[in-house]
Nanobody, 111 residues
């Protein structure tokens, strides 16, 4: 069984930054792609960024140049550094591994 726990969400003004963290349990973490998804009110859950086990990353067009995904296989953790945040980034952010999901962390961008 894999368990994922996100943290780091909160309220931030437009243009601000936040860093999300996801701690994963289980021994299968290091060899698999991890991802961050988000779900805004009334919308579907969509991919934000993902990173392979060897560190190759790709991003949704809407966050390219503003968000950076990284991982620490030794700590079973994946991170999402978010900068130049916009109001449209407001959503619940979820960590994903295979078919496992965390409980989500709320990110609100508002003045």
């Amino acid at each position: 069984q894999v368990q994922l726990a996100e943290s780091g969400g909160g309220l931030v003004q437009p243009g601000g930054s936040l860093r999300l963290s996801c701690a994963a349990s289980g021994k299968i973490f290091s060899g698999l792609t991890m991802g961050w998804f988000r779900q805004a009110p009334g919308k579907e859950r969509v991919l934000v960024a993902r990173i392979t086990s060897d560190g190759r990353a790709d991003y949704a067009d809407s966050v390219k140049g503003r968000f950076t995904i990284s991982r620490d296989n030794g700590k079973n953790a994946v991170y999402l550094q978010m900068s130049s945040l916009k109001t449209e980034d407001t959503a619940i952010y979820y960590c994903n591994l295979l078919n496992f999901w965390g409980q989500g962390t709320q990110v609100t961008v508002s003045s």
